[in-house]
């Protein structure tokens, strides 16, 4: 029998060797760095005794294959070396001092080259999006510069020119951030102001005039072929229809000819027997015309002779009736109209005597008022001159007592002044009074004022001895109404 025991070193030894293997080979796996192909390796730590280092560089490039990585003493990251792309819209001024606004696109990357992986590295390691924004500042300067230096019209022209300017003068800056440029599009270029759009109206509007010239030169040459092949195909239906009417024309003439042959014969037969029956009813019509003469025309002259008569006796009688009514009317007309001239004198002169009748009698009123006021007046008058005397008399018998005696003469007679100073009122019929119990009391007290302006003149008058007669040597004043 085999004996184990003696082979157990071995199993031990090749056990032991395997073991030692998967350990290295796990190790190994684990610290084996593998670069994709878009991307670049950067290991830092203990690298400068390496065959990949580059002179002034402490760091390791690996691109494309693999690298030991000893953890805790180097490290790994990787940077990206796919394609990049950042949209430009940039506002810029031209050389004629006109605003555009340049829209494009710029497609970029990493370097394949280690300079230019190192020179990214150092700047965009761990924070690759900052490219974005890095590029596009580089390139809007220098859009801006080279638009700057060119004109609209070589902008629209030469956008390969413009995009290769733009590249080759920022291409410097580009290597130095480690990038090179793939790709340069201007996509667009927009003109707030305007200009292009009026660069092109010119160029427009020659296209339009052109067009309409071409196309009304089509249609006029159209028209006129279709005009003259219109003439052509009228003279062509023209001549047919000529012929075809020619042809038809001597085919009716001949069936007619054909038609009237016999017809012409009985035509002739029939003219005769017409001329006969002619000539008979000639003799018919005379002797008929005859026999109207005598029995119907004459008694029908005497008829109508007979009616004219009678019609104008009739109408001569109808106009005498006529104008004898028309005279009558106008006799009655001329009447009426006496009648009312007349009855308008009357009444005019009724008027005139009712006016004049009232007239007198107003007068004759007032000259009856103004008597009545002058008698009244006289009156008092007299009757005050009477009275005074009196008071003289007794004045003169009581000159003790003077002023006594001519209060009590002008008491007693105070009555008969009033009375004769309102007697003016008395005759009136019908006194209207404006202002009510105002007015009558303004009205009284104007007639008691006069008798009180005459009683200072009659009371001097009597305690001097004198009438108003006397001092004046004259009548006093018919006092007025």
């Not at 009748?357 to 009156?379: F, I, M």
């Amino acid at each position: 029998m085999l004996d184990i025991a003696a082979y157990l070193p071995i199993i031990a030894a090749i056990v032991g060797v395997a073991v030692v293997v998967g350990v290295i080979w796990t190790l190994t796996k684990a610290m084996w760095k593998v670069a994709e192909p878009n991307e670049a390796l950067i290991i830092s730590g203990l690298t400068r005794a390496t065959l990949e280092n580059t002179d002034g560089m402490d760091f390791k490039i690996v691109t494309g294959k693999g690298a030991l990585v000893v953890p805790g003493l180097q490290t790994v990251r990787p940077l990206a070396l796919t394609l990049n792309e950042t949209e430009l819209k940039v506002n810029c001024v031209t050389s004629q001092g006109i605003q555009v606004v340049v829209e494009g696109v710029v497609i970029y990357k990493i370097g394949d080259s280690p300079a230019f992986i190192a020179n990214a590295a150092r700047r965009f390691l761990g924070q690759q999006p900052k490219m974005q924004s890095q590029v596009y500042n580089v390139f809007e300067g220098h859009l801006r510069s080279i638009i700057g230096s060119m004109t609209v019209e070589e902008i629209i022209r030469e956008r390969d020119k413009l995009a290769s300017q733009v590249r080759g003068a920022s291409g410097v800056e580009m290597e130095k951030l480690g990038l090179v440029v793939d790709s340069l599009q201007i996509k667009d270029l927009q003109d707030p102001t305007g200009y292009i759009q009026n660069l092109a109206k010119p160029h427009i509007a020659q296209v339009k005039m052109e067009a309409r010239i071409a196309e009304a030169t089509r249609n006029r040459e159209a028209s006129e072929k279709e005009a003259e092949a219109a003439a052509l195909i009228a003279d062509a239906q023209s001549s047919s229809m000529i012929k075809q009417s020619a042809a038809q024309a001597k085919a009716e003439q001949a069936r007619a000819n054909a038609a009237q042959a016999g017809p012409l014969a009985d035509a002739t037969a029939r003219q005769q027997v017409v001329v006969q029956e002619t000539e008979v009813a000639k003799l018919e019509a005379a002797r008929e015309e005859q026999k109207l003469q005598t029995t119907i025309r004459k008694p029908a002259d005497a008829k109508a002779y007979a009616q004219r008569t009678e019609a104008e006796a009739q109408k001569s009688a109808d106009i005498s009736a006529a104008e004898a009514r028309a005279r009558r009317t106008e006799l009655e007309a001329q009447a009426n109209a006496r009648r009312v001239e007349v009855e308008a004198q009357a009444s005019a002169s009724a008027a005139a005597a009712m006016a004049g009748a009232t007239r007198v009698t107003g007068e004759a009123e007032a000259a009856a008022t103004k008597a009545r006021g002058d008698a009244a007046a006289s009156a008092i008058k007299a009757k005050a001159l009477a009275e005074a005397e009196g008071i003289k008399a007794r004045g003169e018998a009581l000159e003790t007592n003077q002023d006594a005696v001519i209060s009590q003469q002008l008491a007693e007679n105070m009555p008969a002044i009033v009375q004769a100073a309102a007697e003016p009122f008395s005759h009136v019929g019908n006194l209207t009074v404006l202002n009510g119990g105002e007015g009558l009391n303004n009205m009284v007290g104007g007639i008691m004022a006069q008798v009180g302006q005459y009683l200072p003149a009659l009371s001097n008058a009597l305690k001097n001895g004198k009438t108003p007669v006397q001092r004046q040597q004259q009548p006093p004043s018919t006092p007025k109404q």
